[in-house]
């Protein structure tokens, strides 16, 4: 990791220098599955078994031989001698020209290998079954092993689990994973202008907000939090804050002094603790970010516009924490939208324009502008569900042309 605070670098860049300096955290535990909901798989998962189990039916109707099927005839009259219900397998023997009824799910025995589905049946007596729609041979037969085939890996290293798959792991009678431990983040706000939430607001001093978007940022991603308030524009107070942090936490995340000018000592208290790189990026709003290691733990110093913190930490401490987690799939996802408005932008930097997509009549996602595009201004960000990624070099979008589009995470997927 170099240092040069003159070159702007770009977001993909940065996105992947941060990526290839982070790795999943040491630490596993084994959780019962239902624990496991949203964790970080830490180990291979391999089938023991074929499931289903076994053939079974995929109807509610009767299930026979398919050497009894004529290719002459319409109608096929067969001779019912038993019941196979799911739970409750026929155990008798079927011969040619015999039928069971079966129900969804039921066993179907090796010497029948076809299921016709009630609905093409009639039962002139109790016995008596005449198939008016004859089906193809091995119809609405599910086999054994078409799910799942003893010793496949089928959930991997790295995947976040879903509740499918904690239906998955179900279906293989597996209780217990294991998963990448919990990541511990602590975070602190710096500014003699901040005070907290039931302190007196003084001349010039505004409410620390940045706390609670990263409170709320790392809480749904499921992350262990150390708050750890506002910190004063104190070298000794900021050093403390920093040594504590890095000594209980994975990760440190502060916001506000790291642009270049400011009269605080964020900077020069990291310059001395840790291994630092001051950046400046490309990006509207962002720019500033600091990225290294305090100690032990991993350090992205945010800056301090309230929607420059939500988009940097989008961007930077998102995909690190999701690689530290042990997670494998970790950049956010750009998806592609038609605006219904102006986009105004000038060539140079890459923009994160606070949008609102949706789905229009005809089906096609458009997206419009949340509102006054400024990185002090929490209103555009609230409305958002999405930034609008215009590239760098491009200049103002017109009605009618597709941009890129960043879900906000949690809405898709
Ligand atoms: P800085 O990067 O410290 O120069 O801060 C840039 C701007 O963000 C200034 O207007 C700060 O007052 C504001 N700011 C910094 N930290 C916070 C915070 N925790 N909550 C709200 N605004 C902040
Ligand atoms: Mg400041």
């Known amino acids: 990791m170099s240092q040069n605070e003159n070159i702007f670098l770009s977001v993909t860049e940065v996105q992947q220098r941060i990526i290839d300096n982070t790795k999943a955290v040491d630490g596993v535990e084994q959780v019962d599955i239902r624990h496991a909901l949203g964790r970080i798989l830490a180990a291979d998962i391999i089938a023991a078994f074929n499931t289903p189990p076994c053939d079974n039916s995929g109807m509610d109707g009767y299930a026979f031989r398919s050497k009894d099927i004529n290719e002459n005839q319409e109608t096929l009259s067969l001779k019912i001698v038993g019941q196979s219900f799911a739970g409750h397998p026929y155990s008798g023997r079927i011969a040619a020209g015999e039928a069971i009824r079966i129900m969804t799910g039921a066993q179907v025995a090796d010497d029948v290998d076809t299921v016709v589905m009630q609905e093409h049946t009639e ?9 008016t729609t004859i089906p193809k041979p091995l119809a609405n037969v599910r086999k054994a092993g078409d799910d799942l085939r003893t010793g496949q890996t089928f959930l991997s290293k790295g995947k976040k689990l879903s509740p499918t798959d904690l239906a998955f792991l179900a279906t293989q009678g597996i209780a217990e994973v294991k998963v990448h431990r919990k990541l511990r983040v602590a975070f602190f706000s710096t500014g003699d202008e901040l005070r907290s939430i039931g302190e007196t607001l003084g001349e010039g001093d505004i409410y620390d907000s940045n706390r609670y978007s990263i409170y709320g940022l790392l ?3 499921d992350i262990d939090i150390i708050d750890m308030g506002v910190i004063k524009d104190e070298r000794q107070a900021i050093e403390e804050a920093f040594i504590s942090a890095a000594n209980i936490a994975d990760a440190v995340i502060t916001s506000g002094g790291v642009s270049v000018g400011d009269a605080d000592f964020v900077k020069e208290t990291l310059e001395k603790l840790g291994r630092i790189n001051f950046w400046k990026i490309s990006m509207k709003p962002g720019k500033p970010l600091a990225f290294g290691t305090l100690g032990n733990s991993l350090f992205f110093g945010l800056p301090g516009n309230p929607v420059s913190v939500i988009a940097t930490f989008y961007q930077f401490v998102q995909p690190a924490l999701k690689r530290m987690k042990g997670q494998d799939a970790v950049l956010p996802m750009l998806i592609k939208a038609r605006t219904t408005e102006l986009l105004k932008k000038r060539p140079g930097r890459t923009d994160f324009q606070r949008g609102i997509f949706e789905q229009a009549e005809n089906g ?5 502008n949340a509102g006054t595009q400024a990185s002090h201004v929490l209103t555009a960000m609230s409305r958002a569900n999405c930034f609008i ?6 200049g103002s979008i017109e009605v009618g042309e597709m941009v890129n589009v960043q879900p906000f995470e949690g809405l898709i997927g």
Do not use: G, H, Y
């Not at 039962?123 to 198939?131: Q, S, V």
């Open 389 to 394: 990624v215009i590239p760098a070099d491009s």
């Open 219 to 221: 809480k749904n991603m």
């Open 123 to 131: 039962t002139p007596d109790d016995a008596t079954l005449l198939i």
């Open 364 to 368: 096609e996602l458009t997206v419009r």
